[in-house]
C-alpha cells in the first residue's frame, strides 16, 4: 500500500526506513536539504541503523517537499512533526500537527492520519471536533535517539489509539516490518494512548532526577556515589538500567513531556510530577555550584549533545548550566566537533581539542570519552558507567 510520513526527524525518518520495506513511502519534509539526502539515501541524522538501511536496503522510499504527490492515493498518512512545548502558553504548539491535519482535510483526503508525534492528553479528540473527523487516531512512539529504527525493529510494545479494523491494520504493518518477535500489541483509546506517552517519559525522567539527586546527597557528603548505586540497583525490583548521573535529562522529549504532563494535572492534586519537573532546574544549580567552587575564569564545556552517540543538543541539559556560569561571570567556551559555525548562543566554539583544554581551567563534561581521559585533572563529570 501506498504511506505518507510526514516530518523526517527520529521518528518519522526510522518510520519512513521501516513501512518502505514493504509498501511504496513517501516521506514529506519542508526542508530541501534533508528530502535531497534522503532521495540520495544519505540520513540527515545520527542513527546507525537508518543509515545503513538507508545505504545497503531496498527500500521503496521517496522523499518529496510537496504535500499532495505524498497524500494522493495513501492509505495512511503518519504525522511525525516536531512539537515543541511553549512556556507561554503552558501547552505544545501543535501548530506543525494542525497545518498536516487541514492539508490533509483541504484535499479532501480520506486516509487515516495517525499521529506520533507528541501531543497533550485528549489532543485527538479535540481535532475530531473542530474539522468534524474521524479518521484520525494517535499510535505513541518510544524511541531513543540514534537507535530509533533498531527501537522499531525491536520494540518493546506497540500501542494503538484506536479499537477498530485499520488500527489493528496499522498495528500489523508495525508488527509484520518489526524483527522482534511476539511483540505486545495493546490498543485503546487515543486519549489513553496519549497519557501512556507523558506518563512512559515522566517516569524515565523521574529515575533520571532520582540518581541525579542521589549523587547530589553521596557528592555533598563525601561519599561514593558508584557504591551506594550499585547496591541500590542489585535489588532486581529497580534493576542496573537508567541509573547514571548526569547534569539532568534533556532531549527531545522528556523536557517538554514533563512540563506537559504537569499542565495536563492542572485541576488534579498533585506532589510528584511538579517535582520531577523542579529536580532538574535544581540538579544544575547544583552542578554550576560545585564548578564555581573551583573559582574558574574560562569553563570549557565539551560537548553539548545530550548523551553518548548522540548529535542531537536541542534542550541538552549543559545549556542550562552554560547560562548559569554566564550570569556569575564566567567565559564558556565549547568543544562541539558537529558545529561549523566558530560561536553557538554567542559563546565561542573551539574545535581544536589542545586548544581548547589548554585555555579551560575547568572542562565540563557530561559524558566522557577517550579524549576526556586525556584531561582528567581539569575535568569535572558525574559520568560514573560512561553510558546512557
Do not use: W
Amino acid at each position: 500500500m501506498k504511506i505518507a510520513v510526514a516530518g523526517t526527524g527520529y521518528v518519522g525518518l526510522s518510520m519512513a526506513v521501516l513501512l518502505s520495506l514493504e509498501n511504496e513511502v513517501f516521506a514529506l519534509d519542508i526542508v530541501p536539504e534533508k528530502v535531497e539526502m534522503i532521495s540520495n539515501r544519505k540520513s540527515p541524522i545520527r542513527d546507525e541503523y537508518i543509515e545503513d538501511y538507508l545505504k545497503n536496503k531496498n527500500l521503496n522510499l521517496k522523499a518529496t517537499l510537496d504535500y499532495k504527490e505524498a497524500f494522493k492515493d495513501a492509505e495512511y498518512i503518519i504525522i511525525s512533526t516536531p512539537t515543541n512545548y511553549n512556556e507561554e502558553s503552558g501547552y505544545f504548539d501543535t501548530s506543525s500537527v494542525e497545518d498536516i491535519i487541514e492539508k490533509v482535510v483541504g484535499l479532501g483526503n480520506k486516509a487515516t492520519m495517525v499521529v506520533k508525534s507528541t501531543i497533550p492528553v485528549g489532543f485527538i479528540e479535540n481535532m475530531k471536533k473542530k474539522y468534524n473527523i474521524d479518521n484520525i487516531m494517535f499510535s505513541p512512539e518510544f524511541l531513543r535517539e540514534g537507535r530509533a529504527l533498531y527501537d522499531n525493529l525491536y520494540p518493546s510494545r506497540i500501542i494503538v489509539g484506536e479499537r477498530s479494523k485499520r488500527a489493528e491494520k496499522f498495528a500489523s504493518l508495525l508488527k509484520n516490518a518489526a524483527l522482534k518477535e511476539d511483540v505486545e500489541v495493546k490498543f485503546m483509546n487515543s486519549t489513553e494512548a496519549e497519557a501512556v506517552k507523558l506518563f512512559a517519559n515522566t517516569y524515565l525522567a523521574l529515575r533520571v532526577s532520582y540518581f541525579n539527586e542521589l549523587d547530589t546527597y553521596a557528592e555533598l557528603n563525601g561519599l561514593n556515589t558508584k557504591d551506594i548505586i550499585d547496591g541500590v540497583c542489585l535489588d532486581p525490583r529497580i534493576g542496573t538500567h537508567y541509573n547514571n548521573p548526569s547534569f539532568g535529562y534533556g532531549g527531545y522529549c522528556l523536557p517538554k513531556d514533563t512540563k506537559q504532563l504537569l499542565a495536563n494535572y492542572e485541576n488534579v492534586p498533585q506532589n510528584l510530577i511538579g517535582a520531577i519537573v523542579k529536580s532538574n532546574d535544581t540538579r544544575k544549580d547544583h552542578v554550576t555550584a560545585m564548578v564555581m567552587k573551583k573559582n574558574p575564569k574560562i569553563v570549557g564545556i565539551y560537548r553539548l549533545t545530550m548523551k553518548t552517540n548522540s548529535d542531537n543538543f536541542r534542550a541538552s541539559a549543559i545549556q542550562g548550566i552554560i547560562e548559569r556560569l554566564a550570569k556569575r561571570g564566567v567565559e564558556v567556551i565549547i568543544y562541539e566537533p558537529t558545529l561549523k559555525e566558530d560561536s553557538f548562543n554567542g559563546y565561542k566554539v573551539i574545535n581544536d581539542f589542545n586548544k581548547f583544554s589548554d585555555l579551560s581551567d575547568v572542562v565540563l563534561a557530561n559524558r566522557l570519552d577517550d579524549n576526556t581521559k586525556t584531561i582528567e585533572e581539569k575535568i569535572y563529570s558525574r559520568d560514573l558507567f560512561t553510558r546512557d
